[in-house]
């Protein structure tokens, strides 16, 4: 079972639209941190929230975290054929032994051009 | 960001033979490295926490004695394949975390495609 939740795992959109992945928990996170990967490739750092409520934006990218700190949103405004990957969430606890991260089981993002 | 380096990226290996798979923090000294699992189309499975200078802990379900892992120094980390079998194919990566607590992240090294035959 997923500590962390995400939606949809798989998101087919045409180059222009907009879309939303959602990462949800039962549990309290310290942090969370979205990663996007592609195929062969390990997964790069996108954005890390921190505060309840806290919105980042990286261009095009917007980052949201719940305010109970349970869940988060990852929203793409006019998306490219160059967002094509997976797309991946991890929580953070404070204190967490050796500070392991909890995984989303991914969101693979396919925009068609 | 921090810059985590994997070695090989590929390798192939016949059945029975053992593969070192190195992990290497290069701007920053790593006390805790962790070795993914990846398998085609889905998220990263956590196999185990590499402690520099102690035993590693390994996840539920994974063999210690086939996963060896080493972390000797605060930049390097090792996992090693003993007596590879074609179901031990999968994407291998390693990542190391910064700071702690609220500000926890973590950087991957590039993955390691391992392939048995």
């Known amino acids: 079972t997923q500590l962390l939740e995400q939606s949809p795992q798989f998101l087919s959109i045409q180059e222009g639209e907009n879309l939303t992945v959602y990462c949800n928990s039962s549990?309290?996170?310290?942090?969370l941190q979205w990663y996007r990967q592609e195929p062969g490739e390990g997964p790069v750092l996108l954005v890390t929230?921190?505060?309840?409520?806290e919105v980042k934006k990286l261009k095009r990218l917007t980052f949201q975290f719940g305010d109970a700190r349970k869940d988060s949103s990852l929203h793409i405004t006019a998306a490219q054929p160059g967002d094509t990957g997976l797309y991946l969430c991890?929580?953070?606890?404070?204190?967490?032994?050796?500070?392991?991260?909890?995984f989303g089981g991914g969101t693979r993002v396919l925009v068609k051009p | 960001g921090a810059v985590v380096s994997q070695h090989p990226s590929r390798v192939i290996c016949k059945s029975g033979t053992s593969v070192k798979i190195e992990c290497r923090s290069l701007?920053?000294?790593?006390?805790?490295m962790f070795w993914y699992r990846q398998f085609p189309k889905q998220s990263l499975m956590l196999m185990a926490t590499?402690?520099?200078?102690?035993?590693?802990?390994?996840e539920q379900g994974v063999e210690k004695d086939k996963f060896l892992i080493n972390h000797a120094s605060l930049t390097l980390s090792t996992l090693t394949v003993t007596s590879a079998h074609p179901e031990d194919s999968s994407f291998y990566i390693c990542?190391?975390?910064?700071?702690?607590?609220?500000?926890?992240?973590?950087?991957f090294g590039q993955g390691t495609r391992l392939t048995v035959v």
């Open positions: 990542s190391a975390t910064t700071a702690g607590g609220r500000n926890t992240e973590a950087f």
């Open positions: 549990s309290v996170f310290s942090s």
């Open positions: 929230v921190v505060t309840g409520g």
């Open positions: 991890a929580g953070a606890r404070y204190k967490a032994a050796g500070n392991k991260l909890t």
């Open positions: 701007d920053f000294q790593a006390t805790t």
């Open positions: 590499s402690n520099e200078g102690s035993k590693a802990t390994y």
